[in-house]
């Protein structure tokens, strides 16, 4: 399934993190792709503020290639893979520890076959005026999520 979403500033890109941030659960994955300055990092900045409480500092995983938050109950892994060389590199980033929590990834393209297959993918991309996010989820479990979202 999919849909799109218009995101004329940075300040709709938040809002619809914002929006997202209640509906999400332990082992929900939501791989943010697009290019450079697309949002991805915006949104998952947002996302892990609302989840996590507005007080907490969301820094670019971009070094570290993961950071992880107190969210509600569970934890939120925000992975950045722009710096991965192989995905084989997961399992010393704790990867597998993402079942227990919530799994944000930048450049999810470089996890390879470890991406699960039940999972949200926000396509970030330019378009005259702003930006749009475009979704697309598999899984039941998603459409849920989606009709709270987008009603």
């Not at 507005?54 to 722009?82: E, K, R």
């Not at 005026?129 to 009709?147: F, I, N, P, Y």
Request: charged share 20%; net charge negative; glycine share 10%.
């Amino acid at each position: 399934m999919t849909t799109e979403i218009p995101l004329p500033d940075e300040a709709a890109t938040q809002a619809f993190a914002a929006r997202l941030a209640p509906h999400l659960n332990a082992g929900h994955f939501i791989a943010l792709e697009g290019g450079l300055g697309v949002g991805k990092t915006t949104f998952a900045r947002a996302l892990i503020s609302a989840m996590a409480g507005a007080a907490v500092t969301v820094p670019s995983p971009t070094f570290t290639l993961v950071q992880t938050y107190d969210g509600p109950g569970f934890p939120i892994f925000h992975f950045d893979l722009y710096r991965l060389n192989d995905p084989g590199e997961l399992d010393e980033l704790g990867w597998e520890e993402t079942v227990e929590g919530l799994c944000l990834v930048e450049w999810p393209a470089r996890a390879g076959p470890r991406l699960p297959r039940w999972r949200m993918v926000i396509a970030l991309d330019f378009i005259p005026g702003g930006r749009t996010a475009k979704l697309e989820w598999r899984g039941e479990h998603w459409q849920s999520v989606m009709d709270a979202v987008t009603a």
